[in-house]
């Protein structure tokens, strides 16, 4: 620990001196530090959106990102460039060479921070990358807010097994006397550590209400992450209005489309792309797609794709207790599970519920390569026949219309996004993110192969 706390403190040190070769550009006072199990990336937005409505010039920094690696860097809606990402990518290489502990995420943060500072944003919006307590974003003294979104299970191989333990690295993040936002639904187990860790700093501990709160056509989730983001906003005095910009694709999101091969126009379905990836993320997915499309009216088909170092018996469960019929995608990601495992991961009593790829085809194996696109295809083809009355499902009422929904991973989530694009491009705007997929970026350096 002696040595984690040591490399971190290197961390922290160079990052304040990013900081501080802004002169007046990033004072801490700019800064709003989010973290979290999940929520963090949307609740960035949420609050992103409120301040660029309000007239704000706001720098966000977020991770991972879906189709290009320029969303992680933003101002306003507007991506970083690929010239200046390139630009600052190579200056950010030569001023991390003397450090032993950069990696991908870090050299991400140098070039965030001096391309904010180039820009003299009026706030900086960080989400922190694994953790808090030891996260390169925690260089920060004094910042605006602390906010720290739900706490579940992730990542246990480095923050530990308890949620406890969890939230102790998630709760580091507060500074003393700062003002720090949660949600009343955090886990008990998480809410003592926060509360503690609020004391010792001697912070302002503002548990926000979501018990009451409801918004017609929205998810929970989406609900909870508002909420909380609302409460911020109030904090600082800034009117909610510019919420209505939010963009954060692969939360819950939903496009009506035409299945490819079909002359009606009316042969379209819905399709929902989540990127939740753990137990209880994947449960919320469950719940908010039966709270909108109810068991009565709609069969459920989910298409899972998820990562080999994640809890999949979870997240297996709580989708095939759910949903009608499940299908196993394999994303490209080098760390995505493998359909072949993922199928032999499923209980004797569910297998019913698979729905297999053609006959000519088999199931990938690692290495294999991605299939989400391709199993999306055969999806609505199949969802097609059921409307047209070609193929009837054995079990429910052929009458019921189809959702379905991609999840288990943002990767798989984003691959998805892309297949919709082939499928048809007008579900996106010009400006989507799908449309700036990354070009082959090279950067001339020792260290150019983080």
Known sequence: MDAVKEEFNRRI??????????????????FIHVSGTKGKGSTCEYIAAALRGHGYKVGVFTSPHLHTTCERIKIGRELISHKDFVRLGQWALERTSEENWVNFFDILLTMALRYFSEKNVDYVILETGIGGRLDSTNFVDSPRACVITSVSYDHQNLLGNSLKEIAWHKAGIVKKESEVFTTSNLHPDAMEVLQRECEVKQAALHVVDISARSEKGSFGVEIENRTLASAVCAHLKVPLDGMEDYFWPCRMETFNVQSPGSRCCDARHTVVLDGSHNGLSVK???????????????????????GRDKNVDNMLQEILETADRVMPVQARHYRALSEMDMLAKVPEPYQHKLMLPCKHETLAKAGDGGTVGKRLLTAL?????????????????????????????????????????????????????VRFMDPDIVMHSSKSSL
């Open 13 to 30: 040190s160079f990052f304040k001196s990013i900081v501080r070769e802004s002169g007046s550009c990033l004072t801490d006072s700019k």
């Open 284 to 306: 919320l997915c469950m719940q908010g797609l039966r709270a909108h499309y109810s068991a009565d009216e709609w069969h459920l088909w989910v298409l899972i794709g998820t």
């Open 381 to 433: 083809e199949r969802a097609r026949l059921h409307t047209s009355g070609e193929l009837a499902l054995k079990s429910g009422n052929k009458n019921k219309s189809i959702v379905i929904a991609v999840c288990g991973s943002l990767f798989a989530a984003a691959e998805a996004r892309e297949a919709l694009l082939e499928i048809d491009s007008n579900l996106f705007t010009d400006d989507d993110w």
